[in-house]
């Protein structure tokens, strides 16, 4: 099967995870939404584990991909961060929301799974040091705290717009919390 077949199938299975959820998940719905052959995805993925663990290594792959530090625009002021902060939410939650529900369910579905949840996780401490090297540039005190402020601020404008309100405009509350922040 060529690697092609494998990609298909590995965004399908992230669009029915986004999409439905863990439990249907499923080898023969991830041929079926991929359009490929009955049992394409287990000649990839032997089991249900193996599939999961293809997710979640492909999902950490787009992202870093997609928010690697080094293509970011170098951040310094406040405003940046604000910006920044506001465009990452609205790609998380608009062009990339089935990868975020995705990450969300396995997050939860692999919180006791050392070894499936170690990318996510791995991922996660990636993108908390960044957030705090940029904290620290722009000049926010303690940026320890504050990193966990803002990822937290963010995870939750996430969750928001993914589940209750999708036109939230993020940019007042992100705008205030930093301000706020670089004040404290």
């Not at 608009?94 to 990318?119: K, S």
């Not at 990193?147 to 939750?156: E, Q």
């Amino acid at each position: 099967m060529p690697a092609a077949t494998r990609e298909r199938a590995i965004e399908a299975a992230v669009e029915l995870l986004g999409a439905q959820g863990v439990r249907a998940l499923s080898h023969a719905r991830v041929d079926a939404r991929a359009g490929l052959p009955p049992g394409s995805s287990s000649n990839w993925f032997r089991t249900r584990r193996a599939l999961l663990g293809g997710i979640v290594d492909w999902i950490a792959e787009k992202e870093r991909a997609d928010f690697d530090p080094a293509a970011m625009p170098v951040i310094t002021h406040l405003d940046e961060l604000i910006e920044g902060l506001c465009a990452m939410v609205e790609l998380q939650s608009g062009p990339y929301a089935a990868r975020t529900r995705a990450r969300y369910a396995l997050f939860v579905e692999l919180a006791g799974d050392a070894e499936l949840g170690e990318p996510l996780r791995r991922q996660r401490r990636e993108f908390e040091r960044w957030t705090e090297r940029i904290v620290t540039a722009v000049g926010i005190t303690d940026p320890v705290p504050a990193t966990r402020a803002v990822m937290a601020l963010a995870d939750g404008l996430l969750l928001h717009r993914l589940t209750v309100d999708p036109d939230l405009e993020v940019r007042p509350t992100i705008e205030r919390a930093i301000r706020a922040l670089a004040r404290s």
